[in-house]
């Protein structure tokens, strides 16, 4: 800081590192905040691994969380599965790709001092904080933690404990959050641009950023008009999903009835699929950073991936009833949105094969942001693949609630988007800090990661042909069609486990290089783009540039024939 | 430093910051109420015994209409208070706002009778799944005009003083709660014949 008087004022405690009106900062608290929900979710799914490799033995060490046996209770299982995947996507995953992510990086890569609402952007952190601390006061109500499943489809959902409640609450404070995040994303990336910064010169990061917040506006509200009616249900009887008649343990259920299970998965859907895209569009966009500047190479077919990524999520609005094909909703419904889905597959094979078709002839730099963006992309592959015979209404049948769904989603958003947010980390931990990340631990990191990922998710495909179903709290114990596939729940959950352990480096790391790493140069990568060229790291407090820079070029201008160097900077005249 | 464009336009977009963000959030507003009116139309489509019609002709179509027009009143009422500022006479400002902010609370209390009228006549949300609806959506509605008369009032009142310190920035903020305003008001002009007249 070179004493600006504008700027220039000592900030109190509070207002610089809890109350900030930084994007920096608040990227920061949303990053920490996700990172540790992060890994409480995946601590609730090694405990359920746990009871799916053994079960009813009673679980060492965290034996006396389930009381004195010791022993996991179906309705403990049903609440662990219910919040693993609340607190994984919109804990977990989701604010750290757009919330920490995307509020640091954005205006970076835009040129710009701030967010356009910077204490709208403070106001949405702390809804995020508010909706996962409400979450987990489900845990310590009588019932415990919500128990219909993440989808929280009714009946069930309707005449659940009182956790049901509090998660809709929960939700509700969620969506807050990301609906103020999405308005402030939106703005900053339109009216905040730096001179000169067309929209076919922005990086791909931002440009995936401004798809998925518009997923987020105009999906999410459909869903907050649903938990609405839930909470309607629950509190105030009504019955908007729950149809005449409804028989609960052998006694007609005292509601007027008239209403419909089917129009919550409508509604939930709504929201559920565009969230699949909001969950990998942030990936693919880190992923073209990474990529674009460890071949040293332009990103191949740059505005085939900004055009596609567009229609990705114009279509993720028209595909929702693909995960209702088991529900009587007619083969003509089931034809049309069997279509759109295999539309839809078509802009992501784009995307894909533009990274690949990215690496051709390029002399890699295999450093750890860059094994991970590589990771992602087979990873992806299958994730992608494998969903083609759920979105076939046809196949769909034998599939439908398996754990070949399970190892589908979880392709997607565990080994893809997760590795991709772990290739961020890497790639700009020494923008963020200042400080380098040491890269055996990171290599080390990586390969164990990669190893036992596929561990837990490959065998579920072959459970899931073998028609094993999803949500089983014993894993198919007691099931005649799992028999020969039984064998590997105990492999899939050492791999869980040990995934567990192989995070080890990656925290010591993190940790460790905060404290005591070398410090980074301002643009450690040799990038092109404005975060690396034209600000300190860290960037400057509340203005981020000591000047604001111009814009003369596209993102990737790398390796350019007849240039001194093999980067050419945005804001290079 | 300053954000930019939060008060003077934009060249290349023609907009200051706020102006989208609103745009934006009455967006993502279309997206709720259209969940809910989806809702309804899905509710009504399953409706074999006919609560949708019998219940409707319980409501009372002479006071929805009469706030149907104080909604629109109090809408030109918003422009005009816009346009006083704009013209800087701001005597006419407060006038026009205040009338804004008295026709809301005039809304506010037919609804009420509205609302009170059905319990005395054993009507609650539980009743049918028409009524489910109805309190649902008029409810909602309500929360939003509750929302944007505490901004009008603070405007009006607490937040007047900008008017003279940052008079331009203060009318971008009267036009932004204008478009809120009139959004809300849309909404009652799609509600009341879905639920009232249909």
Redesign the interface.
């Known amino acids: 800081m070179s004493g600006q008087p504008?700027?220039h004022h000592e900030e109190s405690f509070w207002r610089k590192y809890i109350f900030s009106i930084d994007h920096k900062v608040i990227g920061l608290q949303y990053g920490i905040t996700a990172l540790i929900f992060l890994f409480f979710g995946f601590c609730l799914m090694m405990m359920m691994r746990w009871q799916l490799a053994y079960p009813e033995q009673p679980m060492p060490w965290f034996g006396w969380l389930f009381g004195e046996t010791g022993v996991m209770l179906p309705e403990m299982y049903n609440s662990l599965g219910a919040m693993h995947g609340t607190v994984m996507i919109f804990l977990g995953v989701v604010p750290l790709a757009v919330g920490a992510f995307g509020n640091y990086f954005v205006p970076l890569q835009i040129g710009?001092?701030?967010m356009?609402?910077?204490k709208?952007n403070m106001t949405s952190y702390w809804c995020y904080f508010a909706g996962g601390i409400v979450m987990m006061v489900g845990f310590f109500v009588p019932g415990g933690a919500a128990n219909s499943g993440w989808t929280s489809y009714p009946p069930l959902a309707d005449i659940a404990t009182t956790g049901q409640t509090v998660w809709l609450f929960g939700m509700v404070l969620l969506i807050t959050s990301s609906?103020l995040g999405?308005?402030?994303t939106?703005?900053t990336i339109?009216?905040?641009r730096a001179k000169g910064l067309t929209w076919m010169r922005l990086p791909f990061f931002v440009w995936s950023q401004f798809v998925t917040a518009f997923l987020l506006?105009?999906?999410?509200?459909?869903?907050?008009?649903?938990g609405?009616?839930q909470l309607?249900d629950r509190l105030?009887?009504?019955?908007?999903f729950l149809p005449s008649g409804l028989i609960v343990s052998g006694e007609v259920l005292n509601?007027?009835g008239?209403?419909?299970p089917l129009?919550w998965q409508?509604?939930f859907w709504?929201l559920a699929h565009p969230e699949v895209y909001v969950l990998i569009l942030p990936a693919m966009g880190i992923v073209a950073e990474v990529l674009s500047n460890n071949t040293r190479k332009p990103l191949w077919g740059y505005k085939s991936i900004v055009y596609a990524s567009s229609f990705l999520g114009f279509m993720s609005f028209i595909v929702w009833a693909h995960h209702m094909f088991m529900t009587g909703m007619g083969s003509t419904i089931s034809a049309f949105f069997q279509t759109t889905t295999m539309i839809i597959s078509v802009p992501s094979v784009v995307i894909l094969t533009a990274m690949f078709i990215s690496l051709w002839g390029a002399s890699i730099r295999y450093n750890s942001a860059m094994l991970f963006a590589l990771g992602f992309l087979p990873m992806f592959g299958i994730g992608g693949l494998t969903g083609l015979p759920l979105g076939i209404a046809a196949s769909d049948i034998h599939l439908h609630d398996t754990y070949y769904v399970i190892g589908h989603f979880h392709y997607v958003v565990a080994p893809g988007t997760i590795f991709a947010l772990f290739a961020g980390v890497y790639y700009w931990f020494p923008k963020m800090t200042g400080k380098t990340l040491n890269e055996t631990l990171g290599k080390i990191h990586f390969w164990l990661s990669m190893i036992f990922i596929n561990g837990i998710f490959m065998p579920m495909f072959v459970q899931g042909l073998a028609g094993v179903s999803r949500r089983l709290w014993d894993g198919g114990a007691s099931y005649a069609h799992a028999t020969d596939t039984l064998w590997l729940n105990e492999v899939m959950s050492a791999s869980a486990w040990l995934l567990g352990l192989a995070q080890i480096p990656f925290i010591y790391n993190l940790i460790k290089s905060m404290k005591s790493g070398e410090k980074a140069e301002s643009n450690h990568w040799d990038a092109t783009t404005l975060e690396w060229t034209d600000a300190p790291s860290p960037p400057l407090p509340?203005?981020n540039f000591e000047v604001i820079p111009e814009v003369y070029r596209g993102p990737y201008e790398y390796s350019v024939p007849g240039a001194d160097k093999d980067f050419t900077p945005q804001s290079e005249a | 430093m300053e954000i930019p464009y939060n008060v003077e336009e934009r060249q290349d977009t023609g907009m200051f910051n706020a102006k989208l963000g609103i745009w934006l959030f009455l967006a993502s507003e279309v997206m709720l109420f259209g969940g809910l009116f989806s809702a309804y139309v899905f509710l009504r489509m399953g409706d074999v015994t006919g609560t949708f019609i019998s219940g409707a002709s319980e409501l009372n179509i002479p006071l929805a209409t009469f706030n149907t027009l104080v909604l629109i009143s109090s809408s030109v009422t918003m422009i005009m208070s816009w346009v006083s500022l704009k013209l800087g006479e701001q005597k006419k400002f407060k006038t026009y706002l205040g009338t804004t902010l008295l026709l809301a609370g005039v809304f506010l209390v037919v609804k009420y009778f509205e609302y009170t009228a059905k319990f005395h006549h054993g009507i609650f949300p539980e009743t049918s799944t028409f009524f489910a609806i109805y309190f649902t959506l008029t409810g909602l509605h309500m929360l939003h005009i509750i929302g944007g008369m505490v901004v009008i009032f603070y405007f009006l009142v607490p937040g007047s003083k900008m008017m003279n310190t940052e008079s331009e920035r203060f009318t971008n903020r009267i036009e932004i709660v204008g478009l809120y305003w009139h959004f809300v008001d849309l909404v009652w002009i799609f509600l009341f014949p879905v639920l009232y007249l249909l």
Do not use: C, K, Y
């Not at chain 1, 105030?236 to 908007?240: A, I, K, R």
């Open positions: 504008d700027t710009a001092p701030d356009a609402f910077p709208l609906l999405s308005i402030n939106i703005t339109v009216q905040l506006l105009l999906a999410f509200p459909p869903l907050e008009a649903a609405v009616l309607m105030l009887d009504t019955s908007f509601v007027s008239g209403g419909s129009l409508h509604m709504f509340h203005r």
